[in-house]
């Protein structure tokens, strides 16, 4: 078996140590494939997946399903991608360990729309605060369709309840790509509030993401 690709990689690896920068995006695709094929040479396929996804993020948000109709990739290739995404989800979501206080709503926004900005389907999490608006939990609610997903108020504040929040902020992601809020988006809003103030918590804002924008019912003076 020709193993030229051994040298090729080291050579690859070292030329990382040095200048990062330097390599192309198929030679650090080619290198991290190389972590869910050791044994063979992933070149051909890093160029492959580049040609069909357009680039490094296009690679990186790529379902596994899509990833698997490219010739050569294997499930070890789809699981290296998903702890990829979620290794890099939780080092934007570091907020959630430094209590971070939350004066704006490009804080929660920029690390929801890299958990939730290149889903399919939307997804609808809540942020909850204390008093002093540091973050306390971070947490899924529910998982919908490409369209919508099902929210229910009495479980978001059973979640307010539970981690002894005093605030809470409302986060979901519109998979079209435009992130401004829908009827059905208003209507949760305000029904959630209502209930909040019955129980004395604070709705402070629902931020509604896409890829690359994202929507606050605070700044926008929807609350």
């Known amino acids: ?6 040298g090729h990689r080291k050579r690859l690896k070292e030329r ?19 972590y869910a094929i050791p044994r063979r040479d992933t070149k051909g396929l890093a160029k492959a997946l580049l040609e069909r996804f357009g ?7 790529a379902r596994g399903e899509d990833l698997l109709v490219v010739p050569k990739v294997s ?9 990829w995404r979620e290794f890099w989800s939780r080092v934007c979501e570091g907020a959630v360990h430094a209590r971070e ?4 709503p490009r804080t929660v926004a920029d690390f929801a729309m890299f958990r939730l900005g290149h889903q399919r389907t939307e997804e609808f999490w809540v942020a909850l605060v204390d008093n002093k608006n540091r973050l306390v ?14 929210v229910y108020p009495r479980e978001i ?22 992130p401004r809020p829908s009827v059905q988006d208003q209507e949760l809003t305000s029904r959630l509030q209502r209930a909040a103030h019955e129980m004395d918590v604070r709705v402070l ?19």
């Open 75 to 83: 499930r070890s290739v789809v699981i290296l991608f998903a702890l």
């Open 101 to 104: 206080v939350f004066s704006h």
């Open 55 to 61: 680039s490094l993020r296009g690679v990186f948000q």
């Open 137 to 150: 939990h971070w947490q899924q609610v529910s998982r919908g369709t490409v369209d919508q997903t099902p």
């Open 16 to 34: 990382l140590a040095q200048t990062p920068s330097a390599l192309a995006d198929y030679e650090i695709l080619e290198l991290l494939l190389g």
């Open 157 to 178: 504040l059973r979640l307010v309840l539970q981690h002894q929040a005093s605030g809470v902020i409302l986060v979901h992601n519109h998979p079209g790509g435009d």
């Open 1 to 6: 078996m020709d193993k030229h690709y051994l």
């Open 205 to 223: 804002d629902h931020i509604v993401v896409s890829e690359g924008e994202y929507f606050s019912f605070q700044a926008q003076g929807l609350l």
